[in-house]
């Protein structure tokens, strides 16, 4: 244990004494903060971007040759945000467009018919909707009038709104949606580039001859688990300073936001405790092989091939994870919830979207926890048989055979 405790000491050493590891921790929760943060100082109440004065209005053209509109006031009141002047032809329309004097134009050519006329065309243009339907109410309103109905009985009626509550008995999968999928990615970031740096770790000190003394001088279960232990430690402890830097700040900020983000920051603690159980001991699971696979390679640059079938186990399940966030209940998530190399994600999906009872929340845990264990002790053999073989890279197939046959 003495050994074990050294190893993990020295660990965390290299990466909390890492500037770069410090410096970018600091400089993403510092970004993350500034992100919630700096947009308050700008927001300055409820009041619309557009006012009704021609000076801050969006000023359109319009040309009614044919006396279609039959209030224009009305008409004009209908159409928020925009300042709207009545022209004599088509002509003057387009002339007030090129010239910018207005942002845009109409040419009305029937009672449901016009011309939308633009110098250019933008991304977000929202300007042709709300012309449409005062256009549409309008040509309703002269239709009634016609018929020698009320108009505004009509529109009374088609007015009302239908009110209803809405009963919710589970969960709202809509509202929980963009919290899971940061926690997921979080994680997804966690093992990659976590696991990355412990196979990378272990490979340098093979490639540099280290770990000959190392496996000779420390039981190889304390170096292995000393290196995954330490890279989850300071994985958690990043992770935990970028989240709660962003918890923090919108926490400070919530009113100013108008708790508008509060789908992506509240949380329950249901799912928080899902997420650092699951989390964890996913994370340790394929650090645990990722591991393995720096001790079976003799050069970094075959990190990548030789970790490539890891990657797909796991690309599948974050795939699995981004699926089952749209269909929490459905039988692949559940399947998939009780693989150790998959529940992870899925457990995390289905405590913060779906339906889960809590025998299946435990037996998940129970059959992850026992995979880490196994993992972690066929990963301490592997890695004091696989560092002490240099050449071309060892297929872990090849490595289990050779232990068994010992």
């Given at each position: ?9 020295f660990e ?7 500037r770069g590891?410090?410096?970018a921790?600091?400089?993403i929760?510092?970004?993350v ?6 947009p308050?100082m700008?927001?300055?109440?409820t009041?619309?971007?557009?006012t009704?004065?021609?000076?801050e209005a ?6 009614d040759?044919n ?9 004009a009141?209908?159409?928020?945000g ?5 022209m004599?032809?088509?002509?003057a329309?387009e ?20 011309t939308?006329v ?5 991304m977000?243009?929202?300007k ?5 339907q ?7 309103n002269a ?8 108009s505004?009985?009509?529109?009374s ?5 239908m009110?209803s ?15 899971t999928?940061v926690?997921?990615?979080l994680?997804?970031?966690m093992?990659?580039?976590y696991g990355q ?9 093979k ?11 420390v ?8 290196k995954v232990l330490a ?6 402890v990043q992770?935990?300073?970028?989240l709660?830097?962003?918890l923090?700040?919108?926490q400070?900020?919530a009113?100013a936001w ?15 405790i ?8 996913g994370?340790?699971?394929y ?5 393995m ?37 459905s039988?692949?998530v ?12 899925s457990?995390l ?8 009872a809590p025998w299946e929340?435990?037996a ?8 880490c264990i196994l993992v ?8 004091r048989?696989?560092t002490l ?6 297929k872990l197939s090849?490595?289990?055979k ?5």
């Amino acid at each position: 244990m003495k050994q074990f405790w050294t190893v993990l000491k020295f660990e965390l050493g290299n990466y909390f004494k890492n500037r770069g590891f410090v410096t970018a921790t600091v400089l993403i929760a510092v970004i993350v903060a500034a992100v919630i943060i700096v947009p308050t100082m700008f927001m300055g109440g409820t009041e619309t971007a557009k006012t009704e004065e021609t000076g801050e209005a969006a000023v359109l053209a319009v040309a009614d040759e044919n006396g279609i509109i039959t209030d224009r006031e009305q008409f004009a009141a209908l159409m928020p945000g925009c300042s709207l002047e009545f022209m004599d032809s088509a002509e003057a329309v387009e002339e007030a467009v090129e010239s910018e004097e207005a942002e845009g134009g109409f040419l009305i050519t029937g009672a449901s018919s016009y011309t939308y006329v633009l110098q250019n065309r933008t991304m977000f243009e929202d300007k042709q909707a709300l012309f449409e339907q005062a256009l549409s109410w309008n040509y309703r309103n002269a239709a009634l009038q016609e018929q020698g109905i009320d108009s505004t009985v009509v529109e009374s009626i088609y007015a009302e709104p239908m009110q209803s509550e809405m009963m919710i008995l589970g969960k709202d999968s809509a509202q929980n949606y963009w919290y899971t999928y940061v926690l997921i990615f979080l994680l997804y970031f966690m093992i990659i580039f976590y696991g990355q740096m412990i196979a990378v770790s272990v490979t340098t000190e093979k490639s540099n001859r280290a770990i000959e003394i190392l496996v000779t001088s420390v039981n190889s279960n304390s170096l292995i688990f000393g290196k995954v232990l330490a890279g989850a430690i300071s994985g958690v402890v990043q992770a935990g300073i970028i989240l709660g830097s962003a918890l923090f700040s919108y926490q400070a900020c919530a009113d100013a936001w108008g708790h508008g983000l509060d789908f992506l920051f509240r949380i329950p603690t249901a799912v928080w405790i899902t997420f650092l159980f699951f989390g964890v001991m996913g994370y340790l699971l394929y650090a645990f092989v990722f591991g393995m696979v720096g001790a079976l390679v003799s050069k970094t640059e075959d990190i990548s091939k030789s970790s490539g079938t890891i990657m797909i186990i796991y690309m599948a399940s974050f795939f699995i994870a981004i699926y089952g966030m749209m269909m929490p209940d459905s039988m692949l998530v559940r399947v998939t919830s009780f693989i150790p190399f998959t529940s992870s994600n899925s457990m995390l999906i289905r405590v913060a979207m779906g339906a889960v009872a809590p025998w299946e929340i435990v037996a998940s845990a129970v059959l992850l926890g026992i995979s880490c264990i196994l993992v972690g002790m066929l990963a301490a053999k592997i890695f004091r048989f696989g560092t002490l073989m240099y050449g071309n890279p060892i297929k872990l197939s090849t490595a289990i055979k050779k232990i068994r046959e010992k």
